[in-house]
């Protein structure tokens, strides 16, 4: 299980990305993070050099900081697990049915109400610095929407039940590129992006069936493995 997680985390990053919650809001974070507006971006003139080296730098610093609060995430919860070492079998058994139990939530097959409410830390305005789109990055982190925070809460229990600090960090270090990768490729190409999402968001249903199985399919894994150590 130890050397797929890294990929499965990051494709749990990518599939957090095309969720309903995440992938509508994509051209008004990085408006919001570079201070050009998505008319000035998709003009003749709006992907010039200047301006696609400052979305770049921008929308890397932006992700640069959801990342710091990602990974000391997993590193907290995995040194956290390592007080129960002696307990390592229970924790995977009550993990794996935390992580079964948030996937058939985005599948639709339970309706977990707490996870229905959207909790986010707003800025107004941006600090007009580098650093701000850097601090915009942490504070997008410490938000919660329906969609993100069951398969971010799913990989942060995979990292659990990891034996070492630094497979944890590795965990979320992929479920970060995951997420990331997207996010400055979309804001060096938001022109093409906005057409894509047009044809994608037919089909969030079933990017929402994938996340969850990826979820259950994680859970029994992690499940079994409990249940062999006790």
């Given amino acids: 299980m130890s050397s797929i ?55 890397v610093l932006f992700v640069a900081g959801f990342s710091l609060v990602f990974v000391a995430l997993g590193a907290s919860v995995t040194f956290l697990g390592n007080f129960l070492l002696a307990k390592r079998g229970i924790i995977k058994i009550i993990g794996g049915l935390i992580i079964i139990v948030l996937g058939l939530h985005i599948i639709g097959l339970l309706n977990i109400k707490y996870l229905q409410y959207e909790k986010k830390v707003h800025l107004k305005t941006k600090p007009a610095t580098l650093l701000g789109s850097f601090i915009v990055g942490v504070v997008f982190a410490l938000g919660w929407t329906p969609c993100i925070g069951p398969i971010l809460g799913g990989i942060l229990t995979m990292a659990a039940t990891e034996e070492h600090i630094h497979q944890g960090v590795l965990l979320l270090s992929c479920y970060s590129l995951g997420l990331g990768i997207p996010f400055i490729l979309t804001s060096l190409f938001i022109g093409g992006f906005l057409s894509f999402f047009t044809k994608i968001k037919k089909h969030f249903g079933l990017i929402s069936i994938i996340s969850g199985g990826l979820l259950i399919a994680v859970g029994l894994w992690i499940l079994i493995g409990g249940i062999k150590l006790l």
Avoid at 7 to 16: K, P, R, T
């Fill in 5 to 59: 997680s890294p990929f499965v985390a990051f494709g749990a990053g990518i599939l957090s990305f095309f969720s309903p919650c995440v992938l509508p809001l994509i051209p008004a974070y990085i408006s919001f993070v570079t201070g050009l507006s998505l008319d000035k971006l998709r003009e003749p003139d709006g992907t010039t050099t200047k301006n696609l080296k400052k979305v770049f730098w921008e929308t």
